[in-house]
């Protein structure tokens, strides 16, 4: 435990890739197998489920601290992290734990969840006063399910090759479902991962590594001319849509069908139906390709397959609710093998004979003769239900993860929509980010205002704490985000938030509005959780629109015509 600890600090404190993966080599030179195997897992991105609640934790931590609940909260405020929290504001260890992180995670950690509250919290205080503070900020990120380091997937295997002596390309290929939550690590699984020559996979449904596309640069995306410069003739080029689903690869070996989400997570049991259809396909082949939300033979909204995914159980009425649909884009094994490093035309072609024969909906090429022909298709993604376009180079093979080392793919997606809105409460950020105020919700406007006067009034009601009348002009909350401002742009806001404060709500504090955002957001849709009727997708901040005046914000009526073209466009 302490030498993961120890690494977990390394890593957190440097932001030298370098220096990264030479802490990951010496790591890995020096763990046992079976505590290797579990450090994979997690640095590689895998996510335990949380073994204790989070009050119990604080409740425990203000224990046996000797504090306060006021003043562990003051702290948490003033540092950020709660795992951080936690492991300063606890007296010293009187103990020392000679156990490793195999032994910790099998042993401790996973035979408490499901425990009495009391069981756990005599466990935890027992643990903690064994642990110095670099093992009690790690234990409380395991157990809380909260561990991340910024390591990438591909430095961990990285490390992993120049440690065994194997190429990345076989590790990556071997990493595939290492992190599922259903396999648990073992030192056999380790040592198979590092294990020299090229053995076969593990499991006869064992997928490959995903081949990610690359965004266009937003000033060649907007610019036919600029993307013929950059990309060359449009003929070397194949275009598809780019769905709005769940990249999934569809597995089909040794009389089996295995379905692995692109974060590879196996997830068969959850989509019977593309399990159903992947019957027909020759043993020994390996699809790759989208699962839709699908109705009356094209893709439906995202919040379609959102239900879909929410459910635990797959009732007969669910099933017919939310249909889905599989549609292949690339062939990465046929006949039983590995047909990745050819052309992407070629792989292409066998990709539709396959797919013909077993009646597998195949994404269709776009016939466009030049750039601007493509732009145009591109500007109507919506109206088809697509994010976008997907340009895949002719010669390409498919490469493993995000790499224009076997091949090349762009991700040409459609312009954001975009709404103005006000900002109403702040948050103070994490992490580096604990001390400033960096996730906002926003508001619109339940009408729009006849004009500046009477915005301000509803202003000066918000600042003197007066709730609106029935019917009256209100700023409605339909959104949060944290993301798009630069770190000096977030200190400007924070100020702002500080300077006109109203209330805190724990965490949380309403100010005064007095700021416009552009927001940008990939989806909207219906959802009656919040206040204003309306969820938008993946929101994140443009720009401060500091030349907008508050009554020119938008409107819940602008948001609404938003989601009926929307609606209307599938």
């Known amino acids: 435990m302490r030498d993961f600890a120890d690494l977990y600090a390394e890593l957190d404190a440097s932001t030298s890739t370098a220096g990264k993966l030479a802490a990951l080599q010496r790591h890995f030179e020096c763990a046992a197998p079976a505590d290797a195997a579990w450090a994979a897992y997690f640095l590689a991105g895998g996510k335990p489920r949380q073994t204790v609640p989070t009050a119990l934790l604080r409740a425990t931590a203000v224990r046996e601290a000797g504090i306060a609940d006021w003043l562990f909260e003051e702290c948490y405020q003033a540092v950020g992290d709660l795992a951080e929290t936690i492991a300063l504001v606890l007296p010293p260890p009187v103990a020392e734990s000679s156990l490793g992180l195999a032994q910790w995670v099998e042993q401790r950690l996973l035979p408490l969840r499901g425990q009495p509250a009391e069981a756990q919290a005599e466990a935890l205080a027992r643990w903690w006063r064994e642990l110095d503070t670099r093992q009690r900020f790690l234990l409380v990120k395991l157990i809380g399910g909260g561990f991340r380091v910024g390591v990438s997937r591909l430095l961990v295997q990285r490390a992993l090759a120049a440690v065994a002596g194997i190429d990345v390309k076989l590790v990556a290929q071997r990493m595939m479902g290492y992190t599922d939550a259903r396999a648990t690590p073992t030192a056999e699984r380790y040592l198979a991962l590092i294990a020299r020559g090229d053995t076969a996979p593990a499991e006869p449904g064992q997928p490959y590594p995903f081949f990610l596309a690359h965004a266009l640069d937003p000033g060649v995306a907007g610019d036919a001319a600029a993307l013929a410069d950059a990309l060359g003739p449009r003929g070397d080029w194949l275009a598809e849509w780019k769905y709005d689903g769940i990249r999934a690869q569809l597995v089909r070996r040794a009389g089996g069908v295995w379905i692995w989400s692109r974060g590879e997570e196996l997830v068969t049991e959850r989509f019977p139906e593309v399990v159903a259809l992947a019957q ?37 009425t669910v099933l017919a609710q939310a249909p889905v649909h599989f549609v292949a884009y690339d062939l990465l094994e046929a006949d039983g093998i590995d047909c990745r490093g050819e052309p992407q035309h070629v792989r292409r072609a066998r990709l539709e004979a396959t797919c013909a024969a077993a009646g597998v909906s195949v994404s269709p090429l776009l016939d466009a003769d030049g750039w601007p022909t493509l732009a145009a298709l591109r500007a109507r993604s919506r109206e088809h239900g697509v994010e976008g376009l997907m340009l895949k180079r002719r010669d390409s093979g ?173």
């Open 280 to 316: 027909a396909l020759p043993d020994g082949t390996v699809l790759d390709g989208e699962i839709l939300a699908w109705r009356d033979g094209a893709p439906a909204p995202f919040a379609l397959l959102q239900q879909r995914i929410g459910r635990k159980t797959l009732t007969k």
């Open 398 to 570: 498919y490469g493993s993860g995000r790499t224009k080392a076997e091949g090349l793919w762009w991700k040409w997606k459609v312009e954001p929509m975009t709404a103005d809105a006000v900002l109403v409460y702040a948050q103070r950020g994490h992490g580096r980010r604990a001390g400033v105020y960096t996730d906002y919700t926003f508001a619109v406007w339940s009408r729009a205002p006849a004009d500046a006067a009477e915005a301000q009034a509803v202003v000066d009601a918000i600042a003197q704490r007066r709730a609106p009348a029935d019917g009256a002009l209100q700023l409605v909350p339909c959104a949060k985000a944290y993301s798009g401002l630069s770190d000096a742009e977030f200190a400007e806001v924070d100020r702002v938030i500080r300077a006109t404060t109203i209330d805190k709500f724990g965490p949380v504090r309403s100010v005064v509005p007095s700021l416009v955002f552009e927001l940008g957001f990939e989806g909207i849709q219906r959802s009656p959780r919040h206040r204003s009727g309306i969820a938008l997708r993946f929101p994140r901040m443009l720009r401060i629109r500091r030349d907008k005046p508050l009554h020119e914000a938008d409107t819940l009526q602008a948001l609404e015509a938003l989601l009926a073209g929307s609606l209307g466009s599938r």
